[in-house]
């Protein structure tokens, strides 16, 4: 596909959720060494992923995407036409923060600790 035709091609939101998904797990698993869950669940922290939009995706501790903002508007053909599209990807902020002054936590980082676990559930530095 050369770059004018690439720039024709229309892209959903469920294409390029699903080309951001699949590519992440890939890297994930080739980090990790192994499908094991638990060790997917802690490469994927921090890997970077460029899109079928154009942009780079980064998976954060929080397992949530950083991602530019798109604002559009419906154009005659059914198409969408970008109004804005911020410079920076933004970084999702899904846990409350009240949360955390519970001792919850929202950060899947090695070592691998959810909510109240004390122990990494899987053993191994990458």
Sequence with gaps: VTQTEYNRLVVNDPMEAHF????????????????????????LYGQKIDSLSGFTVTMGTNHHLSKPIFIGEVIESGQFKSV???????????????????????????????????????????
């Design 20 to 43: 951001i998904g699949f590519n992440m797990w890939v890297a994930a698993v080739e980090q990790a060494g192994t499908t094991a869950i638990p060790a997917v669940k802690q490469a």
């Design 84 to 126: 804005f599209v911020s410079n920076t990807s933004i970084s999702a902020q899904p846990w409350n923060p009240t949360i955390n002054e519970q001792g919850l936590r929202c950060d899947w980082s090695y070592p691998y600790v959810c909510s109240k676990c004390s122990q990494p559930s899987f053993n191994q530095t990458f």
